[in-house]
């Protein structure tokens, strides 16, 4: 049942994401996010309605899964997208830090809120609060304004299909080497790492000799974490060049999820502060990227190139899931850590070490001028 849900929640976001992108670029960002949260609320109410008269079924839930991840496959790249159209570029990196301080936030509250919330209600009232939250996120795009992205003459001259769309943000991202290097170096991350806090409570068990009570203290410690990160980076804006901003943070974390790894048996605190330590970089790391991204990516392919990132990101982590039990069971839990600690480690360092990577807002101005240069150019010869 479990593997199904996954699956739900994964396959929209690997196999959608990329044409999902080609029409946020297409189509109204704004209209994007209002049909995506309103499509969600629908369906949790569909599901709803049926809890409420006796005939929900495990396939219902499946079909929400689905369809709350298709929602999720449009509303990402069009949030951050938009996000460039409204936010000066010096602060992007700020505004991403408050984001990731929020998500840090849902992600320590939650878990208890929901828990009380299964403890006094039906399943029905737990999602009918649901809708309520997705109609909130619609209701500030009803009442604002979001620009649209300028886009080139000859773009707007000779209107491409989907699929070509498409395949054009592939294209573009994979000339652009920096940007290829930093996805293969972000789904790595996500191969190893994922997998391994997934093993999580049986580190706790197994390792740390600790509990539920141990391993709740732990998720604490590493959601404070978070929050503050988000914070920090949100206050400070991370330094001038945003992506060294990111790669430190990324060598830091290498460094605590490898010290995971090297944890003696039943040392609790050592673990409870890499994982604080974890928690509290993650989001710099997070934020300085897609800040990244968002002041180098043209912005009318800002949809179609955030999508491909989080497919590629996001397909890799099946893969490390299938691989991270039976290597855990043969050669120990510690072991997977170690692994991604290293991996992270190795990333951090190749992008520093990378022209590439670390001219990356610079590249992506020159691509975009020579793919304006060319299509201007095809546009003349046509007329």
């Not at 093993?199 to 590493?222: A, C, H, I, K, S």
Request: hydrophobic residues 55%; glycine residues 10%; proline residues 4%.
């Amino acid at each position: 049942v479990l593997s199904v849900a996954a699956m739900m929640a994964y396959v929209p976001m690997v196999f959608l994401s990329p044409f999902a992108g080609a029409l946020v670029d297409r189509w109204s960002r704004r209209s994007v996010m209002i049909v995506a949260d309103s499509g969600i609320a629908l369906a949790t109410a569909v599901l709803v309605l049926l809890f409420a008269t006796g005939h929900a079924q495990i396939h219902f839930i499946y079909g929400l899964m689905f369809l709350r991840a298709v929602g999720g496959a449009f509303h990402w790249p069009a949030m951050q997208a938009s996000t460039t159209l409204m936010v000066p570029e010096k602060h992007l990196s700020r505004v991403a830090g408050l984001n990731q301080s929020l998500h840090g936030m849902a992600m320590l509250f939650s878990p208890l809120a929901g828990a009380l919330l299964i403890e006094v209600l039906p399943i029905q009232g737990v999602l009918a609060i649901d809708i309520g939250t997705a109609l909130m996120a619609v209701l500030p795009l009803l009442l604002i304004r979001i620009p649209e992205p300028q886009k080139t003459r000859s773009a707007d001259q000779k209107r491409s299909s989907v699929i070509q769309e498409m395949v054009q943000g592939m294209a573009f991202a994979v000339r652009w080497r920096g940007m290829l290097l930093l996805i293969v170096g972000l789904a790595l991350m996500n191969f190893v790492v994922n997998p391994a806090f997934s093993l999580m409570p049986l580190y706790v068990t197994r390792v740390l000799n600790g509990e539920v009570l141990q391993y709740g203290v732990l998720q604490m410690l590493f959601g404070i974490g978070f929050v503050l990160g988000g914070l920090l980076l949100s206050v400070w804006g991370g330094f001038k060049k945003r992506i060294l901003t990111a790669l430190l943070a990324v060598a830091i974390m290498g460094g605590a999820i490898a010290a995971m790894g090297l944890t003696p048996q039943g040392w609790i605190f050592l673990a409870g502060g890499a994982l604080f330590l974890t928690g509290l970089m993650e989001p710099i790391a997070n934020g300085s990227f897609m800040a990244t991204l968002q002041a180098a990516v043209p912005k009318d392919m800002q949809g179609r190139v955030f999508s491909l990132l989080g497919s590629a990101t996001q397909a890799a982590v099946p893969f490390g899931l299938a691989l991270a039990g039976p290597l855990s069971d043969r050669f120990g839990i510690r072991l997977w850590f170690l692994i991604g600690g290293i991996a992270y480690l190795v990333v951090a360092s190749a992008g520093l070490f990378s022209r590439s990577v670390m001219t990356l807002e610079a590249e992506g101005d020159r691509l975009c001028s020579e793919e304006n240069a060319q299509l201007t150019t095809e546009s003349v010869v046509e007329e």
